[in-house]
């Protein structure tokens, strides 16, 4: 069973960056899809970033492209995303999650994540 822990959220101005961190316990993330979702009030869970089962593939989400960037290090079992140039639109709970069986070409649908973490929330103020 996989135990992921998201860290590093915070209150952030606009235009400014910040880095969250996803560790993962219990057992390695090799060989599972990892993505961020992010999810405002009201508003429903959406993809931001993440890896393939291979770590073959990595994608983002349209509003998040150039801005963000999705790592990860398997050795520590630890995904990061780092984000860059934050807008108040950004404001969100970021979410980790991962799963064995995700197909690539549905990297992006949260119901195919078995694995999720408890959220950090980030704040942008304008």
């Known amino acids: 069973q996989v135990q992921l822990v998201e860290s590093g959220g915070g209150l952030v101005q606009a235009g400014g960056s910040l880095r969250v961190s996803c560790a993962a316990s219990?057992?390695?993330?090799?060989?599972?899809?990892v993505a961020w979702f992010r999810q405002a009030p009201g508003k429903e869970r959406v993809f931001v970033a993440g890896?393939?089962?291979?770590?073959?593939?990595?994608y983002y989400g349209d509003s998040v492209k150039g801005r963000f960037t999705v790592s990860r290090d398997n050795g520590k079992s630890a995904v990061y995303l780092q984000m860059n140039n934050l807008k108040p639109e950004d404001t969100a709970v970021y979410y980790c999650?991962?799963?064995?069986?995700?197909?690539?070409?549905?990297?992006?649908?949260?119901?195919?994540?078995?694995?999720w973490g408890q959220g950090t929330q980030v704040t942008v103020s304008s």
């Open positions: 219990g057992r390695s993330l090799s060989g599972y899809a």
């Open positions: 999650a991962a799963g064995r069986t995700v197909i690539t070409s549905s990297l992006m649908n949260s119901r195919q994540y078995d694995h």
């Open positions: 890896f393939s089962r291979s770590g073959g593939y990595t």
